[in-house]
T-cell receptor, first 116, second 116 residues
């Protein structure tokens, strides 16, 4: 257990509503990531963070925003949910320092989001 | 753009057999390669991490090899058990321009079933 908690674990929402998913870590790692997993596409990076208030876009960032006001929390917001955002969302952390990207990624248990 | 391919997509073998899962990647500029297992409805569990300078890593009945120059990795599972049934994912951390901080690029996985 890498000390990662995702909430909620399951959510059903309607098209057009905003949704926020939370990732909480207990180990003060600098790097945090949001991925989505879809059949036929595998895992794809949405956004990542390399420190408090330092974030950047991933491969599939359109329609998503993130915030990191504290080391331990990384929030993913769907500004106006669409059915194409129905997916399983995973948060991950990595403890490498500086530019030594040599540490493994550890994943949370995921949030299953359904947009109706 | 880095692409990761896993073959086969699915595999079913009798209990006790030794087996090999394959992973290939298109760009040899990587920091490391990581193997995960994912059980249905669950998150990803890290199995092995191989740094770009390493040739292999072992953990119990698992052995992962890396041939960076040819863009290949294999995961060898010895004496397979029904509890090994899961989806196995391979992922690389690119080290090319801008790479590293933005996490892993994943293959789509091999769905493994071990028949009792």
């Amino acid at each position: 257990d890498a000390g990662i908690t995702q909430s909620p674990r399951h959510k059903v929402t309607e098209t057009g509503t905003p949704v926020t998913l939370r990732c909480h870590q207990t180990e003060n790692h600098r790097y945090m990531y949001w991925y989505r997993q879809d059949p036929g596409h595998g895992l794809r990076l949405i956004h990542y963070s390399y420190g408090v208030k330092d974030t950047d876009k991933g491969e599939v960032s359109d329609g998503y925003s993130v915030s990191r006001s504290k080391t331990e929390d990384f929030l993913l917001t769907l500004e106006s949910a669409t059915s194409s955002q129905t997916s399983v969302y995973f948060c991950a952390i990595s403890k490498h320092q500086g530019t030594q990207y040599n540490s493994p990624l550890h994943f949370g248990n995921g949030t299953r989001l359904t947009v109706t | 753009k880095q692409e990761v391919t896993q073959i086969p997509a699915a595999l079913s073998v009798p209990e006790g057999e030794n087996l090999v899962l394959n992973c290939s990647f298109t760009d040899s500029a990587i920091y490391n390669l990581q193997w995960f297992r994912q059980d249905p409805g669950k998150g990803l569990t890290s199995l092995l991490l191989i740094q770009s300078s390493q040739r292999e890593q072992t953990s119990g009945r698992l052995n992962a090899s890396l041939d960076k120059s040819s863009g290949r990795s294999t995961l060898y599972i010895a004496a397979s058990q029904p509890g090994d049934s899961a989806t196995y994912l391979c992922a690389v951390r690119p080290s090319g321009s801008g790479g590293g901080a933005d996490g892993l690029t994943f293959g789509k996985g091999t769905h493994l079933i071990i028949q009792p």
